[in-house]
C-alpha cells in the first residue's frame, strides 16, 4: 500500500491521539458544500457526497454534469416492490461512483401527512410501513454497491412553512408509530451508513441538538453506529448539537464549528474534548469504511462523469412505467387500439417535467418528453395533432434551448466581474458557458472573486415562431434583463419578496416583447449579489443578513390568449378519435422550500378538461406531479393516469401504458382526497406561534378516512390492471420465531385476458380495548408478477412482531397486546376480498429493535 493511502489501515484511536484540537475542529465541519474535511498531514482523505433522491446531482448546480434521473419517491412507492427499488437503489450507486461520490444523501422517508407538503414527492408514502420497507430496500440497493446512503430527515421534517423554527407537537404514539416507524424499520433492515437531521424541533429542541433523538432513540436504541449529519444550515449552536450526538455540521465552511467557538466553549466547559473525540471517532470510521468501500473513487481525479446506455435506458423507462397508477378506465378505452385519430393536449405535451424542485432537482443526460413518447409508441396509420390547450407554469419555462453565446455556441455566456467602491464592475476574473438559464451559485464562486461581485449572462435569443414572447426574471440576489441594449426587467430596484431559491429569492417579474422568427435579439442579464438600499428597517435586517441562497433565473414563452387557446383544443378534440391530455404540477410548484398553496391544478387546467370531456367523453387525463390534486372532472373522463414525476423516460414509459406495451401495476401510495377540507392534517399543517400540532395523530391518510367514514377520490393502494384478478384463499401459520412471528399465504389468479401484476396487501385489525387503534394497519403486501391469463400463484408474507404492537406511553416501550387480531386481504384498503383472524396468546414489551 502506497503512503498516500496508509489511512486505509491505520487505527482510528491512534489518529485521534495525533490529531491536534484544531485538526479535530476541521473534522467536524466541511470545507465546501459536498465534501469532507480533508487532513493531509495524516494522510485523512476527503469523501465527496451528493444530493438524491432520484438521481446523483454531482457537486455543482452551477455548472451541472448530466445525470441519470429516476422517478420520484412517491412513484418508486406506487410499484409495492422492495426488489425493484433495491435495483433502483443499486442503479443510483453507480451514478454516484461517476459522480465521484460515495455518499448519496437519500433516501428521504418522512411522512407527506398533507399532499400540499412542498417535499411530498421526495418522501414514499403515507403509511410508515410501505415507507419503511421502501426505504430498506432503497437503502440495500445503493449499499449493496459501496455507496453509502443517508436516511433523511430525522425526524418530522414534514411540512416547510417555517421549517428551520417550528416544533412538531404529537403525542408520543404518533411519534414512534408515524414518523418514527419509517426509520426504525430502515435501520433494522438495511442498516443506512448516516442520518441526516430534520431542520425543525421535537419536544422543544431542534432535531440536530436533540439528545433524546440523537443518542436515546437512534444509538442507544436502535443501535446506530454510522454518522448524524445536519441538513444544510441545520445546525444551530456549538456545544448543544455536539454534545446531542451531532457528528458533522453540513454544509461549510462551518458557521458554528469554527476554532474560535469551539474552543471558546471548550473555556468554559459547555463542550468537553472526550465529546469531540466521540464525534471524531465516528466521522473517520465512516469515511474509512467509505475509502475502503471505494478507494479508486476517493482517491481518484474527482472528475464528475456521465454514465448512458441502452441498459441504462431501459431501466429508467421500466421503472418508471411500473410505479405508474391507472386510477380509471372506464368503458375499456385504454389501452389505446383501433383509432384513426389521437388528439394530444396539455401544457406538459412537449415540456420536460421530469422531477420536483428543490434539492431533488438535476439536469438530466437527456428526456424523453410525453409528445416523443406518443410519438415512438403510436401504431402506424394513427395521426397524432397536438396543441397547448393552456399553460400551467408558475414560472415561464426556461430558455436554454432557444439561446447561443456572442460566438454561437449552445447556451449562454456568464462572466464573473468584481466591484469597484462604487458597485460597478471591474475586470473580468471568470468565463463559463452555461446551458441553464436557471442558475445557482450558491455552491460554486470562482477563486479571485471578491466579497461583493457581478456576472453578466449573455447571449442571442432566437425563436421559432413570430409573435409577442413573455421573458420573466427572478432572482436571489439583484438583476435586470436587457433585450437588444434596452432595459425591459428590472428586478434590482425595488424587490417583492417570493418562493424561489428555497424561499430566499423574489417573485418573477415580467415583461412581453415582440420576436421574430429566426431572428436574434441580444440578451444581457447583470446580477449582483448584494442586497438592495432601503430606508425601510426590515430591509435593513434583511441586507445585514448572510445570503444562503444566489441566483437568478430566465424564462420566457409565447404569448397566448387564453380563451382562444383552450377553444383550438376544444375543437381538436371533437374531431378526434381519442384525446390524451397530459398536464399537473411542476418542479415550481412542488419544490423544497414552500408549501403548495391549494389542491387545484394550476392554470385553467380544471377548465380545459372539463370542455375537452364534454367535446370527446373518450379523454384520458395523465397527472404528472408528485402528490395528489384535485379532480372536478373525474367522473366526466374514461381514463386517468396518474403518472408521477418519472424521470428521464417519462415519455417513453407513459406510452407504454397508453399503449398497452406495460399492462400498469402501480398502487398508490398517497390517498388522493376529494378535497382539502377532507385531509386529516387540514387545519394544522402550517406553524401557528411556532408549533406545529400534529392533531390527527395515528390517523394519518387512509386511516383517518376509514375512521371518519368519509370517501375519498381514490383510496389509499388503489389501482387499476387491463387484466382482473380474483383472491382465492388464504393460510395461516405461525412460526417459531419469538416473541412472535407469523406466515400468510394467499393464493391469486388471473381471471381476465391480458398477462398483469396484482399487489396482495395484508392488513391488521388490533383488539380495541383501553386504547383506540385505527381500523387497519398495513403490515404486509407482495406483488404477483406477470400473471398469465387463467394462470395462478400463492404469494407468502411473513409478520413480525411489529405487526401486532403498539407504543405505549406509559411504560416508553412496544407492547403486544393477548387477544384475537384480525387480518384483512385485499387489493386495496377499500377492496378487501378475505378476512381470518389469529390469537396473541401472551402480552409482551420491548424497546429495542
Same mark, same amino acid.
Given at each position: 500500500?502506497?503512503?498516500?493511502?496508509?489511512?486505509?489501515?491505520?487505527?482510528?484511536?491512534?489518529?485521534?491521539?495525533?490529531?491536534?484540537?484544531?485538526?479535530?475542529?476541521?473534522?467536524?465541519?466541511?470545507?465546501?458544500?459536498?465534501?469532507?474535511?480533508?487532513?493531509?498531514?495524516?494522510?485523512?482523505?476527503?469523501?465527496?457526497?451528493?444530493?438524491?433522491?432520484?438521481?446523483?446531482?454531482?457537486?455543482?448546480?452551477?455548472?451541472?454534469?448530466?445525470?441519470?434521473?429516476?422517478?420520484?419517491?412517491?412513484?418508486? *412507492?406506487?410499484?409495492?416492490?422492495?426488489?425493484?427499488?433495491?435495483?433502483?437503489?443499486?442503479?443510483?450507486?453507480?451514478?454516484? #461512483?461517476?459522480?465521484?461520490?460515495?455518499?448519496?444523501?437519500?433516501?428521504?422517508?418522512?411522512?407527506?401527512?398533507?399532499?400540499?407538503?412542498?417535499?411530498?414527492?421526495?418522501?414514499?408514502?403515507?403509511?410508515?410501513?410501505?415507507?419503511?420497507?421502501?426505504?430498506?430496500?432503497?437503502?440495500?440497493?445503493?449499499?449493496?454497491?459501496?455507496?453509502?446512503?443517508?436516511?433523511?430527515?430525522?425526524?418530522?421534517?414534514?411540512?416547510?412553512?417555517?421549517?428551520?423554527?417550528?416544533? /412538531?407537537?404529537?403525542?408520543?404514539?404518533?411519534?414512534?408509530?408515524?414518523?418514527?416507524?419509517?426509520?426504525?424499520?430502515?435501520? !433494522?433492515?438495511?442498516?443506512?451508513?448516516?442520518?441526516?437531521?430534520?431542520?425543525?424541533?421535537?419536544?422543544?429542541?431542534?432535531? /440536530?441538538?436533540?439528545?433524546?433523538?440523537?443518542?436515546?432513540?437512534?444509538?442507544?436504541?436502535?443501535?446506530?453506529?454510522?454518522?448524524?449529519?445536519?441538513?444544510?444550515?441545520?445546525?444551530?449552536?456549538?456545544?448543544?448539537?455536539?454534545?446531542?450526538?451531532?457528528?458533522?455540521?453540513?454544509?461549510?465552511?462551518?458557521?458554528?464549528?469554527?476554532?474560535?467557538?469551539?474552543?471558546?466553549?471548550?473555556?468554559?466547559?459547555?463542550?468537553?474534548?472526550?465529546?469531540?473525540?466521540?464525534?471524531?471517532?465516528?466521522?473517520?470510521?465512516?469515511?474509512?469504511?467509505?475509502?475502503?468501500?471505494?478507494?479508486?473513487?476517493?482517491?481518484?481525479?474527482?472528475?464528475?462523469?456521465?454514465?448512458?446506455?441502452?441498459? *441504462?435506458?431501459?431501466?429508467?423507462?421500466?421503472?418508471?412505467?411500473?410505479?405508474?397508477?391507472?386510477?380509471?378506465?372506464?368503458?375499456?378505452?385504454?389501452?389505446?387500439?383501433?383509432?384513426?385519430?389521437?388528439?394530444?393536449?396539455?401544457?406538459?405535451?412537449?415540456?420536460?417535467?421530469?422531477?420536483?424542485?428543490?434539492?431533488?432537482?438535476?439536469?438530466?443526460?437527456?428526456?424523453?418528453?410525453?409528445?416523443?413518447?406518443?410519438?415512438?409508441?403510436?401504431?402506424?396509420?394513427?395521426?397524432?395533432?397536438?396543441?397547448?390547450?393552456?399553460?400551467?407554469?408558475?414560472?415561464?419555462?426556461?430558455?436554454?434551448? +432557444?439561446?447561443?453565446?456572442?460566438?454561437?455556441?449552445?447556451?449562454?455566456?456568464? =462572466?464573473?466581474?468584481?466591484?469597484?467602491?462604487?458597485?460597478?464592475?471591474?475586470?473580468?476574473?471568470?468565463?463559463?458557458?452555461?446551458?441553464?438559464?436557471?442558475?445557482?451559485?450558491?455552491?460554486?464562486?470562482?477563486?479571485?472573486?471578491?466579497?461583493?461581485?457581478?456576472? #453578466?449572462?449573455?447571449?442571442?435569443?432566437?425563436?421559432?415562431?413570430?409573435?409577442?414572447?413573455?421573458?420573466?426574471?427572478?432572482?436571489?440576489?439583484?438583476?435586470?434583463?436587457?433585450?437588444?441594449?434596452?432595459?425591459?426587467?428590472?428586478?434590482?430596484?425595488?424587490?417583492?419578496?417570493?418562493?424561489?431559491?428555497?424561499?430566499?429569492?423574489?417573485?418573477?417579474?415580467?415583461?412581453?416583447?415582440?420576436?421574430?422568427?429566426?431572428? *436574434?435579439?441580444?440578451?444581457?442579464?447583470?446580477?449582483?449579489?448584494?442586497?438592495?438600499?432601503?430606508?425601510?428597517?426590515?430591509?435593513?435586517?434583511?441586507?445585514?443578513?448572510?445570503?444562503?441562497?444566489?441566483?437568478?433565473?430566465?424564462?420566457?414563452?409565447? !404569448?397566448?390568449?387564453?380563451?382562444?387557446?383552450?377553444?383550438?383544443?376544444?375543437?381538436?378534440?371533437?374531431?378526434?378519435?381519442?384525446?390524451?391530455?397530459?398536464?399537473?404540477?411542476?418542479?415550481?410548484?412542488?419544490?423544497?422550500?414552500?408549501?403548495?398553496?391549494?389542491?387545484?391544478?394550476?392554470?385553467?387546467?380544471?377548465?380545459?378538461? =372539463?370542455?375537452?370531456?364534454?367535446?370527446?367523453?373518450?379523454?384520458?387525463?395523465?397527472?404528472?406531479?408528485?402528490?395528489?390534486?384535485?379532480?372536478?372532472?373525474?367522473?366526466?373522463?374514461?381514463?386517468?393516469?396518474?403518472?408521477?414525476?418519472?424521470? +428521464?423516460?417519462?415519455?417513453?414509459?407513459?406510452?407504454?401504458?397508453?399503449?398497452? !406495451?406495460?399492462?400498469?401495476?402501480?398502487?398508490?401510495?398517497?390517498?388522493?382526497?376529494?378535497?382539502?377540507?377532507?385531509?386529516?392534517?387540514?387545519?394544522?399543517?402550517? /406553524?401557528?406561534?411556532?408549533?406545529?400540532?400534529?392533531?390527527?395523530?395515528?390517523?394519518?391518510?387512509?386511516?383517518?378516512?376509514?375512521?371518519?367514514?368519509?370517501?375519498?377520490?381514490?383510496?389509499?393502494?388503489?389501482?387499476?390492471?387491463?387484466?382482473?384478478?380474483?383472491?382465492?384463499?388464504?393460510?395461516?401459520?405461525?412460526?417459531?420465531?419469538?416473541?412472535?412471528?407469523?406466515?400468510?399465504?394467499?393464493?391469486? !389468479?388471473?381471471?381476465?385476458?391480458?398477462?398483469?401484476?396484482?399487489?396482495?396487501?395484508?392488513?391488521?385489525?388490533?383488539?380495541?380495548?383501553?386504547?383506540?387503534?385505527?381500523?387497519?394497519?398495513?403490515?404486509?403486501?407482495?406483488?404477483?408478477?406477470?400473471?398469465?391469463?387463467?394462470?395462478?400463484?400463492?404469494?407468502?408474507?411473513?409478520?413480525?412482531?411489529?405487526?401486532?404492537?403498539?407504543?405505549?406511553?406509559?411504560?416508553?416501550?412496544?407492547?403486544? /397486546?393477548?387477544?384475537?387480531?384480525?387480518?384483512?386481504?385485499?387489493?386495496?384498503?377499500?377492496?378487501?376480498?378475505?378476512?381470518? #383472524?389469529?390469537?396473541? #396468546?401472551?402480552?409482551?414489551?420491548?424497546?429495542?429493535?
Amino acid at each position: 500500500m502506497t503512503d498516500s493511502r496508509s489511512f486505509l489501515e491505520a487505527s482510528i484511536p491512534e489518529l485521534i491521539k495525533k490529531l491536534t484540537v484544531n485538526e479535530k475542529i476541521d473534522l467536524l465541519g466541511a470545507p465546501n458544500w459536498w465534501n469532507t474535511s480533508p487532513i493531509d498531514r495524516l494522510k485523512i482523505p476527503s469523501i465527496r457526497m451528493s444530493d438524491g433522491p432520484n438521481g446523483v446531482r454531482g457537486s455543482s448546480h452551477f455548472v451541472s454534469t448530466p445525470s441519470q434521473c429516476l422517478p420520484c419517491a412517491t412513484s418508486l *412507492a406506487a410499484t409495492f416492490d422492495p426488489q425493484l427499488i433495491h435495483e433502483a437503489g443499486a442503479f443510483l450507486a453507480q451514478e454516484a #461512483k461517476t459522480k465521484s461520490s460515495v455518499v448519496l444523501l437519500a433516501p428521504t422517508c418522512n411522512i407527506p401527512r398533507s399532499p400540499l407538503g412542498g417535499r411530498a414527492f421526495e418522501s414514499f408514502s403515507e403509511d410508515p410501513h410501505l415507507s419503511g420497507v421502501m426505504a430498506a430496500a432503497y437503502v440495500n440497493g445503493l449499499q449493496s454497491e459501496g455507496v453509502s446512503a443517508t436516511i433523511k430527515h430525522f425526524v418530522a421534517n414534514d411540512q416547510e412553512h417555517e421549517r428551520t423554527a417550528a416544533e /412538531s407537537v404529537m403525542s408520543e404514539r404518533a411519534l414512534r408509530e408515524i414518523y418514527l416507524y419509517p426509520f426504525m424499520l430502515a435501520q !433494522k433492515h438495511a442498516k443506512p451508513g448516516a442520518f441526516m437531521t430534520a431542520y425543525g424541533r421535537i419536544g422543544g429542541l431542534h432535531c /440536530s441538538e436533540n439528545p433524546t433523538l440523537l443518542q436515546g432513540i437512534l444509538r442507544d436504541e436502535w443501535k446506530f453506529n454510522g454518522i448524524v449529519m445536519s441538513d444544510w444550515f441545520g445546525t444551530y449552536g456549538v456545544s448543544e448539537p455536539l454534545n446531542a450526538g451531532l457528528d458533522l455540521e453540513m454544509p461549510g465552511p462551518p458557521r458554528w464549528r469554527t476554532p474560535v467557538l469551539i474552543h471558546h466553549s471548550l473555556t468554559a466547559q459547555k463542550l468537553l474534548l472526550p465529546t469531540i473525540n466521540e464525534r471524531v471517532t465516528n466521522l473517520l470510521t465512516f469515511i474509512q469504511q467509505q475509502a475502503k468501500r471505494n478507494p479508486d473513487i476517493v482517491y481518484g481525479d474527482g472528475v464528475e462523469r456521465s454514465r448512458d446506455s441502452p441498459e *441504462a435506458r431501459q431501466f429508467c423507462r421500466r421503472l418508471a412505467a411500473e410505479g405508474m397508477v391507472l386510477l380509471r378506465n372506464q368503458r375499456d378505452t385504454l389501452p389505446i387500439s383501433q383509432v384513426k385519430q389521437i388528439a394530444v393536449i396539455g401544457p406538459h405535451v412537449q415540456e420536460r417535467i421530469i422531477s420536483g424542485g428543490g434539492s431533488a432537482a438535476l439536469k438530466p443526460t437527456y428526456v424523453t418528453t410525453p409528445w416523443q413518447g406518443i410519438q415512438n409508441a403510436v401504431p402506424k396509420g394513427v395521426t397524432t395533432v397536438y396543441t397547448v390547450g393552456c399553460y400551467a407554469h408558475k414560472y415561464l419555462p426556461t430558455l436554454e434551448n +432557444n439561446l447561443t453565446t456572442p460566438d454561437g455556441k449552445s447556451g449562454w455566456l456568464c =462572466t464573473f466581474y468584481n466591484q469597484d467602491a462604487n458597485g460597478k464592475p471591474t475586470k473580468a476574473v471568470a468565463d463559463f458557458i452555461l446551458n441553464d438559464t436557471r442558475v445557482k451559485l450558491n455552491d460554486f464562486l470562482p477563486s479571485g472573486l471578491a466579497d461583493e461581485w457581478t456576472i #453578466k449572462l449573455s447571449g442571442k435569443l432566437m425563436v421559432e415562431t413570430s409573435g409577442l414572447y413573455e421573458l420573466g426574471l427572478t432572482v436571489a440576489g439583484r438583476a435586470k434583463l436587457f433585450v437588444d441594449g434596452k432595459l425591459t426587467i428590472d428586478n434590482w430596484t425595488k424587490q417583492t419578496p417570493g418562493d424561489f431559491f428555497y424561499g430566499q429569492g423574489t417573485i418573477e417579474e415580467t415583461a412581453v416583447i415582440e420576436l421574430k422568427a429566426k431572428s *436574434a435579439v441580444d440578451i444581457l442579464v447583470v446580477y449582483t449579489n448584494t442586497s438592495p438600499i432601503d430606508d425601510g428597517p426590515d430591509d435593513e435586517v434583511a441586507a445585514s443578513q448572510p445570503a444562503l441562497m444566489r441566483g437568478v433565473r430566465l424564462g420566457g414563452c409565447p !404569448k397566448i390568449d387564453p380563451d382562444q387557446a383552450i377553444q383550438e383544443a376544444v375543437d381538436l378534440a371533437a374531431k378526434s378519435d381519442v384525446v390524451i391530455y397530459i398536464g399537473g404540477l411542476t418542479p415550481e410548484w412542488e419544490s423544497e422550500g414552500f408549501d403548495r398553496p391549494s389542491l387545484q391544478l394550476p392554470g385553467r387546467q380544471d377548465e380545459l378538461i =372539463t370542455k375537452l370531456s364534454r367535446a370527446n367523453p373518450n379523454t384520458v387525463v395523465c397527472i404528472q406531479a408528485g402528490s395528489a390534486v384535485s379532480m372536478p372532472w373525474v367522473d366526466d373522463v374514461n381514463g386517468i393516469i396518474q403518472a408521477w414525476y418519472s424521470g +428521464n423516460e417519462a415519455g417513453n414509459a407513459l406510452a407504454d401504458v397508453l399503449f398497452g !406495451k406495460i399492462n400498469p401495476s402501480g398502487r398508490l401510495p398517497l390517498t388522493l382526497p376529494v378535497r382539502i377540507e377532507d385531509v386529516p392534517s387540514h387545519l394544522c399543517t402550517r /406553524s401557528e406561534n411556532g408549533k406545529i400540532h400534529y392533531r390527527e395523530d395515528l390517523f394519518v391518510g387512509y386511516k383517518h378516512y376509514q375512521a371518519k367514514y368519509i370517501k375519498p377520490l381514490f383510496s389509499f393502494s388503489h389501482g387499476l390492471s387491463y387484466t382482473k384478478f380474483e383472491l382465492l384463499r388464504v393460510g395461516c401459520a405461525m412460526l417459531p420465531e419469538q416473541p412472535f412471528g407469523l406466515e400468510v399465504s394467499i393464493t391469486v !389468479k388471473n381471471i381476465g385476458s391480458t398477462t398483469g401484476s396484482e399487489v396482495i396487501q395484508v392488513y391488521v385489525a388490533y383488539p380495541q380495548r383501553h386504547l383506540i387503534h385505527p381500523k387497519l394497519q398495513l403490515k404486509g403486501f407482495a406483488k404477483a408478477r406477470d400473471l398469465r391469463p387463467g394462470s395462478s400463484t400463492t404469494v407468502t408474507i411473513k409478520l413480525d412482531k411489529y405487526a401486532v404492537s403498539y407504543w405505549d406511553e406509559s411504560s416508553h416501550k412496544w407492547v403486544a /397486546s393477548a387477544g384475537e387480531y384480525g387480518l384483512s386481504f385485499g387489493t386495496s384498503c377499500d377492496n378487501i376480498a378475505l378476512e381470518s #383472524k389469529f390469537e396473541v #396468546k401472551e402480552t409482551f414489551s420491548w424497546l429495542e429493535l
